[in-house]
């Protein structure tokens, strides 16, 4: 997968999806790895099936069964449910408006689910979670995950992105956990120099992407958003600055202040001239001498002299200009 790909021809998209993707102006691969979470969502406590109440909000690690796909009896919204399994018990899963998820999972892998613990008529259930695949954990080893001093009884969750009719977060997180585990990220090339990057401690380019989508914790999120944020105040600055090269292309007439005009005029005002505004009066003339245009903003409180260095330059200019 490249990223000047169109997603809609790596992805199986329908005509409300493709809408809205165009409605987010999301048209390529590359355009979907930029569209950035905006928030994540809690960090949650990894539980036991048996330790779950109504009203959680848990991490649960187990294997999948009985999954299927169906419509609900009156609503006939498309569903996928299941079970997920773990030394301790089980409890049924349920996604509304969610069918393609039983096809993206198999009975019995070993998964992590989070999501928010359901009361229904039959008892409790795992309401729309979100789930990651987990290779090769046996069912057997669900106990090791629940050590007292274990770190990952605690899991920086999922990332929540902004939707619009027609496609949900969760389209979005799996979409682009393909396209990461399709190596797309191997070749992108970074557009912030090696050297700013070790000076201000920020990620590259690759890394600021997984961990923006996928951070293991907060501190990985945060210093993806510090990158990005740097990137984009960065850009601004490097587009001010070839416009200011492009801006001094343009010629202008060069006007050359004789000391003595400058001091004569000055002696005219009925008040002593400030620090301040004699050092404005010089830049302002330093910048008349150059031969392009002279971009520049005289700032100051109002009684201040912004109106005497005004009249000065105004006063160079005049002395200067040639005859006829």
Sequence with gaps: MELHDKLETKFRLDTNQKKALHRLKLFSVADLLFHFPVRYSDITEVKKISELRAGDVATIYGKVSKLKTKKGFRSKIPMAEGEI????????????????????????????????????????????????????????????????????????????????????SKWFYHAIEKILKEKTLDNIADYVPADILKKYNLPTLKTALIWIHKPKNAKDAESARKRFAFEEVFCIQLERQHDKFEYRKNKSFQIFAEKKDVEEFLQRFPFDVTNSQKKSIETILNDMAKNFPMSRLLEGDVGSGKTAVAATASYVAVKQRPNG
């Design 85 to 168: 399994e773990d030394l301790s018990g089980k409890i049924k899963i349920i996604w509304f408006n969610q069918a393609y998820l039983a096809k993206m999972i198999h009975n019995g892998e070993n998964v992590k689910l989070t999501g928010k613990i359901t009361l229904g008529k039959r008892g409790i259930y795992l309401a729309n979670p979100e789930f990651e695949k987990l290779p090769g954990m046996p069912i057997d080893s669900h106990d090791t995950l629940f050590k007292k001093n274990n770190l990952e009884n605690k899991g920086f969750s999922y990332p929540i992105y902004a939707e619009t009719r027609g496609i949900t």
